[in-house]
């Protein structure tokens, strides 16, 4: 198949053709994301049981997609934008706390997003990983993202005299591995600690990179 099938156009039941469209896309993901988040999983999936689980037909399915990846890359890019739409309005909310509170907040909302829905950490870290070299990419590319705010982060917290001047690309990177590795596994229910802990936990680890041994605030 070269394209998808073209979808009818203009108003119909009170809705334009681009609502209807919209309304369709994300009822295949919410169908994706009990699917392929759940039971019986991305690579056991196939189209017909995605449009039935979402209530459509197979035609209207390559109406918005070309395959069943290109539905998993849609659901894996959502599932990272809640979680970043989380952080950054913690970020907003807490720009003028020390630096302790702020990461202490931000990490409580990515973390309380991520895990709300085991879904989610399904889809994240489990679900994406092997794939293709597409969504390889599409998979490194996002945890890109994720050190580039810890970057972001980093700078803003240096300026304010809060955080060791450095270079931080290659740290944030180890601990975006970890963060990731350490919610999978809360999640997975193979490491026994609360949520809050594991937060504390990712804090410690973050303030140590931000706040290496020999230096402090008052050094500077």
Same mark, same amino acid.
């Given at each position: 198949m070269t394209g998808r099938l073209r979808a009818p156009t203009g108003r119909y039941g009170g809705k334009s053709a681009a #609502? =209807?469209?919209?309304?369709?896309?994300? =009822?295949?993901?919410?169908?994706?994301?009990?699917?392929? +988040?759940?039971?019986? +999983?991305?690579?056991?999936?196939?189209?017909? %049981?995605?449009?039935?689980?979402?209530?459509?037909?197979?035609? #209207?399915? &390559?109406?918005?997609? =070309?395959?069943?990846?290109?539905?998993?890359a849609a659901l894996h890019l959502q599932v990272n934008a809640w979680a970043e739409d989380a952080v950054r309005t913690?970020?907003? +909310?807490?720009?003028?706390?020390?630096?302790?509170?702020?990461?202490? %907040?931000?990490?409580?909302? &990515?973390?309380?997003?991520?895990?709300?829905?085991?879904?989610?950490? =399904?889809?994240?870290?489990?679900?994406i990983i092997g794939v293709s070299p597409r969504l390889e990419e599409q998979r490194l590319a996002r945890r890109a993202r994720w050190v580039d705010l810890i970057c972001a982060e980093a700078r803003s917290a240096t300026e304010r005299g809060e955080a060791a001047p450095r270079d931080y690309r290659l740290g944030a990177t180890a601990f975006i591995g970890g963060?990731? +590795?350490?919610?999978?596994? &809360?999640?997975a229910g193979w490491v026994d600690a609360t949520l809050d802990e594991v937060v504390e936990e990712l804090v410690r680890q973050l303030l140590a990179l931000l706040r290496p041994p020999g230096w402090s605030p008052a050094a500077r």
């Open positions: #609502q =209807r469209q919209a309304e369709r896309r994300r =009822r295949f993901l919410d169908a994706a994301l009990q699917l392929f +988040g759940d039971t019986p +999983g991305y690579r056991a999936t196939t189209v017909a %049981a995605l449009s039935d689980a979402a209530g459509l037909s197979t035609r #209207q399915f &390559y109406e918005e997609f =070309r395959t069943l990846e290109d539905v998993l913690a970020a907003e +909310g807490t720009r003028d706390l020390p630096l302790p509170e702020r990461a202490a %907040a931000i990490f409580r909302a &990515y973390a309380a997003d991520v895990t709300a829905d085991p879904r989610r950490v =399904r889809i994240t870290f489990v679900e963060v990731n +590795g350490l919610l999978h596994d &809360y999640s």
